[in-house]
């Protein structure tokens, strides 16, 4: 089955750098589209970025110009480079996958999900 996992997030202060990792099992990762999304606790789960089979790029205004999604197929696994991080930057990331190209910032439109990895800046 379809597995996605999460790595690389923690603690880390403010202005400071994370990069997350993905990795995708049991799928043909180069025919997907994949992006992140993150969720503060209280609230609804957050569009950050998306980054399609034909590496077309999308990116939230929040997150643009600090943040850079990426993937390497060959690995299976799609990045998220975080830099000049704030603390509203705080949540839980979660990355996602679907076949489809359409959508790239709608949460519904996502057929595969991680669990998570926690990232936490400190002012």
């Known amino acids: 089955q379809v597995q996605l996992v999460e790595s690389g997030g923690g603690l880390v202060q403010a202005g400071g750098s994370l990069r997350l990792s993905c990795s995708a099992s049991?799928?043909?990762?180069?025919?997907?589209?994949v992006a992140w999304f993150r969720q503060a606790p209280g609230k609804e789960r957050d569009f950050v970025a998306a980054?399609?089979?034909?590496?077309?790029?999308w990116y939230a205004d929040s997150v643009e110009g600090r943040f850079t999604i990426s993937r390497d197929n060959t690995k299976n696994t799609v990045y998220l480079q975080m830099n000049s991080l704030k603390p509203d930057d705080t949540a839980t990331y979660y990355c996602?996958?679907?076949?489809?190209?359409?959508?790239?910032?709608?949460?519904?439109?996502?057929?595969?999900w991680g669990q998570g990895t926690q990232v936490t800046v400190s002012s």
């Open positions: 996602a996958a679907k076949t489809s190209g359409s959508s790239p910032s709608q949460t519904n439109s996502y057929s595969y």
């Open positions: 049991g799928l043909i990762f180069s025919t997907y589209s």
């Open positions: 980054l399609s089979r034909s590496s077309s790029t």
